[in-house]
């Protein structure tokens, strides 16, 4: 039987609120819906699918050396980082690398907006005269090799590219590394961005709202002191009752973040359970 962990820290940023998708987690909108629909729904008007307002500091340069980075790299970093101050974990190692803290990021979508800017520059400009610093970001890992080394965290490095079940399949990857011995923390950012206008159509994995969520998931609970979240992840075939809680993959993290943050569930369970793909299911114990 998988092993306890803890659940130590977290840090998010999503559209329009954290709220919206942690307390109605029914009212992210169809392609069926009509906008009088989704007016009646969200009681103040539409609720945008976008995080409208990226926070001052990072678009700013607040965290030094990332304002040349995607959108998505900064709004990562800015999860990371709250959720590492959250665990108690120094931002910067003192002495160096933390090689006992690893990174999983899991994600489908963060490097199209660097993929679509070194497109329009190719075809401005040529395809030898396109600004170089670009490259780096059209890789799909660039978010968590550009954490690793903004925050010195030294330990193994992942990205999980897993579509309808990069969540479910992150948490697992991480869970596995802390069982190992292979790490002592990870944090783990999921990030789910809406794709450049020129990819509408052509992409198979879309999120209905965007979110970037860190996680901070330890062997031991934060500062040895008992705080922190106590859970158990383990693969399950079925539901154990109709009664039973479920949640969508993009769900997940931020319903982990709410009971980190809260201290309640949706439903006041115990248990709840994710798709996790041809697997079955992914049950997390509390």
Do not use: W
């Not at 998010?12 to 906008?35: H, K, T």
């Amino acid at each position: 039987m998988p092993q306890f962990i803890y659940l130590n820290g977290c840090g998010y940023y999503m559209a329009p609120s954290f709220a919206a998708i942690v307390e109605r987690p029914d009212s992210r909108p169809s392609a069926g819906d009509s906008a009088e629909d989704s007016d009646e729904d969200s009681g103040d008007g539409a609720l945008s699918s976008r995080i409208e307002d990226e926070p001052e500091e990072a678009a700013a340069g607040g965290l030094k050396g990332l304002k040349r980075h995607s959108r998505a790299v900064r709004l990562a970093c800015l999860a990371i980082r709250e959720a590492l101050q959250s665990a108690s974990i120094p931002g910067h190692a003192p002495g160096g690398k933390r090689n006992d803290i690893g990174v999983v990021v899991g994600t489908n979508d963060a490097n199209l907006e660097a993929i679509d800017r070194l497109q329009q520059e190719a075809e401005t400009y040529g395809v030898n005269n396109t600004n170089p610093g670009l490259f780096p970001e059209t890789v799909l890992n660039v978010i968590a090799g550009q954490a690793s080394i903004y925050f010195g965290l030294g330990g193994p490095n992942v990205t999980i590219s897993g579509g309808d079940f990069s969540s479910v399949k992150s948490l697992q990857y991480a869970a596995d590394m802390l069982e190992s011995g292979s790490a002592s923390h990870v944090a783990v950012c999921i990030v789910r961005l809406q794709p450049p206008a020129v990819f509408e159509g052509s992409i198979r994995y879309r999120a209905d709202r965007e979110s970037v969520i860190a996680l901070v998931l330890s062997r031991q609970p934060s500062g040895g002191s008992g705080s922190g979240l106590k859970l158990r992840l383990e693969s399950v075939t079925d539901l154990p009752d109709a009664a039973a809680t479920r949640v969508t993959d993009e769900q997940l993290p931020a319903v982990l973040a709410g009971k980190l943050r809260n201290g309640e569930l949706p439903s006041g369970t115990s248990v709840i359970y994710a798709d996790a793909g041809p697997e079955g299911l992914l049950a997390v114990e509390f």
